[in-house]
């Protein structure tokens, strides 16, 4: 499964595909997501269901925990999932440096700084 613990608002999340003990059933995957803390939490449990061994995970918030779950199914039912959590991003610029070394200046100067990185892939 994955092991990133600090995500953007989309990601794809991948695991290794289940080993079955029957070649008549095959193996589907349910993945649940939610929003943490779940104490009096009103946000839903979102839902997917998918074959293979990855998928996308799109619309999370920044800066906020999730708990995703992975089941493996079959026609017999499922299997306990494997439970993990991870972070979004703040979203947040990191923090611009100033680049000028001058510590004495006259009444007008100019100020010159190294461009932040941005925290989000969906940012401009």
């Not at 939610?34 to 839902?47: A, E, L």
């Not at 001058?102 to 932040?116: C, L, R």
């Amino acid at each position: 499964t994955s092991t990133e613990t600090e995500v953007d608002e989309d990601f794809i999340i991948t695991w290794s595909e289940a080993e079955t003990n029957s070649s008549n059933c095959s193996v589907k995957y349910r993945l649940e997501w939610r929003k943490q803390p779940m104490k009096g939490s009103t946000d839903m449990i979102q839902r997917a269901n998918t074959e293979g061994d990855h998928f996308k995970i799109t619309g999370l918030k920044y800066n906020a925990e999730y708990e995703v779950k992975l089941f493996a199914v079959n026609e017999q039912g499922d299997r306990e999932p494997d439970v993990r959590t991870f972070k979004t991003k703040s979203g947040l610029p990191e923090k611009p440096t100033i680049t000028n070394t001058e510590t004495e200046v006259d009444e007008d100067f100019i100020i010159t700084w190294s461009e932040a990185e941005t925290n989000s892939s969906n940012c401009s």
